[in-house]
């Protein structure tokens, strides 16, 4: 899988914690919810950055 596809896949994902931790009744989960819709994001900034840095070919 290429970077591009990972992270679209990570921006799924991010996605949709977002939208589960917006269904969630206790503050607690929501806000784990929400965390890791970040980490989500930022595996997805991550993988976008070595997109940049690979060498041309």
Known sequence: ???AARAKRY?????EF???SDLMGDP???AQYGRI???YDK???DQD???RN????
């Open 1 to 3: 899988m290429d970077h």
């Open 11 to 15: 921006r799924d994902q991010a996605d």
């Open 18 to 20: 977002r939208a589960k």
């Open 28 to 30: 607690d989960t929501r």
């Open 37 to 39: 819709a970040d980490a």
């Open 43 to 45: 595996l997805a900034e």
């Open 49 to 51: 950055t070595m997109a």
């Open 54 to 57: 690979l060498p041309a070919r």
